[in-house]
């Protein structure tokens, strides 16, 4: 970004990692704008349904706070919990369900809302599973999409930020539950 100065952080003592720097990439500002953008265009699509929007816990709550907070149209909120990382900043490569959707989406409009597609396992997860109840039609947004690795069989519907393969924290996103509360998007500058 030119010369333009992007803010640093070092991860505190006792954390694992501790020392290293995180650079902000996304500011407030920016996210404040394409939240306005998404949110815009999902109305616009959704014109006159009531979608049910489910969020991807934890990492989502934040963008899907600020998201729905911008819609114009009615809409019904759930959410689903899946762990495919542990505490680790990679995939473990098999994907848990931990908390199911409670609202039934039998016939629905759905859109789900991630924070950050990586690999993409998480939302085929997911896909499958919605599939499996015979909804409407499944639309995705996501907040973040590492477009050099995500390889899912399927478009993304709304995307936010394409960013590179980099470990990212903040605006719900955590390293090992910490970062989560940081109101911009930061990436470590090396491999963690
Ligand atoms: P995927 O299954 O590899 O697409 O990863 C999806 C989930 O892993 C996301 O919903 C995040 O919770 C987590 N994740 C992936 N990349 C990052 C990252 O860079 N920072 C923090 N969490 C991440
Ligand atoms: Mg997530």
């Known amino acids: 970004m ?7 952080l070092t991860v505190p ?17 920016e996210i404040y704008n394409k939240v306005k953008e998404l949110a815009a265009e999902i109305s616009k699509c959704y014109a006159g349904k009531i979608p049910i929007i489910i969020g991807v816990l934890n990492g989502s709550f934040m963008f899907m706070a600020d998201l729905v907070r911008n819609l114009s149209i009615d809409f019904e909120v759930d959410f689903i919990k899946i762990s495919s990382y542990g505490s680790s900043t990679k995939s473990s490569g098999t994907v848990r369900l931990l908390k199911d959707i409670s609202a039934d989406i039998t016939g ?13 396992l998480t939302i085929e997860f997911i ?27 399927f478009d993304i519907d709304f995307i936010g930020f394409n960013i590179p393969d980099k470990f990212v924290v903040g605006y719900g996103l955590d390293f090992d539950q910490k970062f989560r509360g940081l109101s911009s998007i930061y990436a470590f500058e090396e491999e963690v």
């Open 108 to 120: 629905r409009d759905i859109i789900v809302v991630e924070d950050i597609i990586d690999s993409g």
């Open 13 to 29: 003592k006792g954390y694992i990692n501790e020392g290293k720097e995180i650079r902000e990439i996304i500011t407030e500002k």
């Open 127 to 153: 896909k499958h599973r919605l599939e499996e109840a015979g909804t409407k039609s499944v639309k995705f947004a996501t907040c973040l999409y590492k477009s050099n690795v995500a390889k899912q069989s």
């Open 2 to 8: 030119g010369r333009t100065l992007r803010k640093t």
